[in-house]
Every structure is written in structure tokens, then in C-alpha cells.
């Protein structure tokens, strides 16, 4: 199997400096659209620490910096370009950390959050399932796992550095299988859906 990892390493990279200068538009509105979406479902949440998985340039973590001033805020990225325009972004916002590390191994104890988000990576992760699985087990008991992505069902083809377009009922099943309770279930747009699961 090819390196997946690898391959969106080097492709994030060479794409930091635009996704960061677009605010996380990169080639569509999708993730900038997927964050603020994630941001407004989590104003009713409490939770003193919270994870963002492909975390970017990270405008998730500068807009939930502001809306939940006393939570310990983590963005993991395998991209170190990525995150060196995250430190940047978040360089005001004391609470911020931030790793680089992959999906499929959070470096990251059990039951260390009360929300974990994956916004427009997870097509690709050569590990989905066990993306899943690895924000189930971060998250402690009523933590709120919030999955958004590409739709696959439009039937596209992945490029080189993507593993798979998951469907919204695809990505349901996964949540499902990890154990989560499927409260939010849509379509952001015709060509991505917005999940969110609760442990």
C-alpha cells in the first residue's frame, strides 16, 4: 500500500502557504465553511479540553480560543508547515498546543477530552476505522466527536495523496462501530457532510 501518510505530509506542505493565506479555504469554501459550523455546534458544549485532529492552519482553534476562553485547546497536524502557520495564528492565544502526529495514533491518554473535531482530512487516513477509534478513546464519557468531510457519493475519484471518499452513511457506520450515538447527522453542502457523535 502507498504511504498515505507520507503523501499528504509532503501535499499539506506544499499547500500551507495558500490554505493559510485563504483562511482555510484552500481549494474550496468547504473547511473554512466546516469549521464555523463545528465552532457553532460546540457553543453549547462544556469541556475544559478539546482536540482538533488535522488541525491545519488552525481557524477552528483561534475562533474556539475566543468562545471558550478557560478550555485547553490541542490541534494535531502531520503537516509541519501546517502547524508552523498554526503557531502563528494561534501565537495570542494562550491555551493553544499544538502536535504533530497522525490520526491513527493520538498521543493522547484516555478520556483526555470532552470534544474531539475532524474537519476535511479524513478522506485521508489509510486508517479510517481507526481514526475513529482513536477519537473514541480520547474522549471521556459524554465527550462530543464532530466528523465533517468530502461526500463521497458523488463517485470522484481520490488523488494521489487521498485514500477514500467516505459517504455521510458511510461515515455513520463508522461512528456507530466505534460506539458513538449519532445526534447530527446532514449535508453542509451537496458535497459534504457534517457528523457529530457522542461517546
Known amino acids: ?10 501535499h499539506f506542505d506544499e499547500m500551507a502557504d495558500n490554505y493559510a493565506a485563504t ?14 459550523e463545528a465552532a457553532a455546534l460546540l457553543k453549547g458544549e462544556r469541556f475544559g ?10 481557524r477552528l482553534l483561534f475562533v474556539l480560543s475566543a468562545e471558550h476562553p478557560s478550555a485547553s485547546l490541542f490541534g494535531l497536524d502531520i503537516s509541519p508547515k501546517m502547524l508552523a502557520h498554526a503557531r502563528e495564528k494561534t501565537a495570542g492565544c494562550p491555551r493553544v498546543t499544538l502536535v504533530e502526529g497522525g490520526a ?25 476505522e481507526r481514526a475513529v477509534e ?26 494521489e495523496e487521498e485514500f477514500k ?23 453542509l453542502t451537496p458535497s459534504a457532510f457534517f457528523l457529530a457523535g457522542r461517546k
Open 134 to 159: 482513536e477519537a473514541f478513546r480520547v474522549l471521556g464519557e459524554g465527550g462530543l466527536y464532530i466528523l465533517s468531510d468530502v461526500d463521497g457519493s458523488g463517485g470522484g475519484t481520490p488523488g
Open 1 to 10: 500500500m502507498k504511504d498515505y501518510e507520507k503523501l499528504s505530509r509532503e
Open 104 to 128: 491513527g495514533s493520538l498521543p493522547f491518554p484516555d478520556g483526555s477530552f470532552g470534544a474531539v473535531t475532524c474537519i476535511m482530512s479524513f478522506h485521508h487516513y489509510p486508517y479510517p
Open 49 to 58: 479540553a478539546m482536540l482538533d485532529v488535522g488541525c491545519g492552519s488552525g
Open 23 to 36: 483562511d482555510g479555504r484552500y481549494y474550496t469554501p468547504l473547511p473554512a465553511l466546516a469549521c464555523d
Open 165 to 187: 471518499l467516505h459517504t455521510a452513511d458511510e461515515a455513520e457506520l463508522l461512528l456507530r462501530g466505534a460506539g458513538f450515538r449519532v445526534e447530527v447527522k446532514r449535508m
